[in-house]
């Protein structure tokens, strides 16, 4: 090391450049998302903000077009202004959907005109909205008061428009009454109730504007920060590039150029790629290393392919005793409690069926007892073979425990397709089994519960209850009609 000192001066030169350049690059990248995010943040802000004025204005503007419709009711006495108030009203209600076009200017411009029809779209009530667009409590609060207010309010202006509607009445309208209902809508209790609601709309706007601009106010100094940041960042990153590229072009560009045509041939699989540039400078060292790491990690690699290979076999003789039965090679419990989920789950989303069919073997302890261990095991591997050999692709049969299977029947709709492969293991079952070690034929039957999704039952802890409830069933069935023939 002491031989060379520019060699270690240029390499840490180097490093601490790249340090810098990183660092620069991932302070700028993070900026930059974080700007991407705070403008999406800002964005979402302001347009719940938006949003929430816009109902209140809502509010308030629905108010004052019942107010305005119920006192030219009252003064002209015509009729249209009192259906305009009660689509108003039914339009607060979400009884009504809003019309066409329907804004501040709306009455200015169509009450001399035919009303326009109601958009084709579900309408919902000022309550509902105003529940759902998330205001703070004590906002929620007084527009839940205004609105009471407002519906209060209603009252009195249905009242008055009560007093001077004279269709259907026989007598006419006295002076005295249109009066009434004049002050009952211009009155000083009038002006102080409409106060009320007013009031309560005003202080829940500036609310908001002040929350909001207490929320965005610091996010977009945080962002401007954020900017500047990022571009001071990518100034540096820049300038500092262009002088690394000044100062060590010559110097560096062939031996990078090596460097980049080794990676690019590893990268296509030549691990056997060396560079070699065979002189005393810092590349040469750094040649050198890599050409070594290049034979380590050869050598590392098909140690590792060989190793993989090993795990994968072993793993894959792990998981299958893990999930089969280790004398007849059948799925065990735990696989078929797995099946049995997925084959419900597909069941479900297709509206399908499926059968579950339990099955004792009635005469295999004896055999056992008599025979021996070994006997008993030659026919469990018989018994799981024919059960497996009979049933489609898509069915699971597995051991469960001692001399009970389970057979899972996806796709099985009904009682009567599942009797009939009922009726077809019990004929299969009933075959001679040979045992090889005493020469002899044994016959074994056995006892076969069913359970039928989704008739019997919407799950598995049921589906199995009710299949092994009907095998017990079937077992008694058998004791009591010994030699009755079974099937369907």
Request: proline share 3%; net charge neutral; aromatic share 6%.
């Amino acid at each position: 090391m002491s031989k060379n000192p520019p060699t270690m001066l240029f390499r840490t030169k180097l490093a601490l450049n790249l340090i810098a350049q990183i660092v620069l690059v991932l302070v700028a990248t993070a900026a930059v998302g974080y700007l991407v995010a705070g403008y999406r943040s800002l964005l979402e802000l302001q347009r719940q903000f938006q949003q929430r004025d816009q109902l209140v204005a809502q509010l308030q503007r629905s108010s004052d077009e019942l107010t305005r419709m119920a006192r030219l009711f009252v003064v002209s006495r015509d009729a249209q202004f009192a259906d305009h108030y009660r689509e108003v009203a039914r339009m607060r209600e979400g009884l009504q959907s809003e019309p066409e076009g329907y804004d501040e200017v709306y009455w200015d411009l169509a009450l001399d005109q035919p009303r326009a029809a109601g958009r084709p779209v579900a309408a919902r009530a000022m309550q509902a909205k105003l529940q759902d667009a998330g205001f703070a409590p004590e906002d929620y609060a007084r527009l839940a008061e205004a609105l009471r207010r407002s519906e209060a309010l209603m009252k009195v202006e249905q009242q008055a428009m009560g007093r001077v509607d004279t269709r259907g009445s026989t007598h006419p309208l006295s002076e005295e009454e249109w009066k009434e209902a004049l002050d009952m809508l211009h009155g000083p209790a009038y002006r102080h109730a409409k106060a009320e609601i007013m009031g309560p709309l005003r202080a829940v706007r500036q609310s908001l504007k002040a929350g909001h601009e207490a929320v965005i106010q610091p996010l977009k100094d945080n962002l401007r920060f954020t900017a500047w940041l990022a571009i001071v960042c990518l100034v540096f990153t820049g300038g500092n590039a262009v002088f690394m590229a000044m100062r060590y072009d010559r110097s560096v560009r062939r031996p990078v150029e090596m460097l980049r045509h080794w990676a690019r041939q590893v990268r296509k699989g030549q691990q056997s790629q060396r560079i070699s540039l065979g002189h005393s400078s810092e590349f040469g060292e750094l040649s050198q290393a890599i050409d070594e790491m290049a034979e380590s990690v050869e050598r590392s690699l098909d140690e590792l392919k060989e190793e993989v290979a090993r795990r994968a076999r072993a793993e894959q003789v792990v998981r299958h005793l893990a999930n089969h039965d280790a004398l007849t090679g059948l799925p065990s419990l735990r696989l078929l409690h797995d099946r049995l989920d997925r084959a419900l789950a597909q069941a479900q989303r297709k509206s399908q069926g499926l059968a579950l069919i339990f099955v004792d073997l009635n005469d295999f302890k004896p055999i056992n007892d008599r025979y021996g261990h070994e006997a008993g095991d030659q026919v469990l591997k018989v018994v799981a073979q024919r059960l497996a050999a009979s049933l489609r692709e898509a069915d699971t049969v597995g051991r469960i425990g001692g001399d009970e299977f389970l057979v899972l029947l996806p796709d099985v709709d009904s009682l009567v397709q599942a009797q009939q492969v009922k009726a077809k293991l019990v004929a299969l079952l009933e075959q001679p089994i040979f045992i090889s070690v005493h020469n002899l034929a044994v016959r074994v039957t056995a006892a076969m519960g069913i359970a039928v999704y989704p008739v019997m039952a919407n799950d598995a802890q049921g589906l199995m209850r009710i299949a092994d409830q009907d095998m017990y069933r079937d077992k008694a069935e058998m004791r009591s009609h010994p030699g009755a023939g079974r099937g369907a």
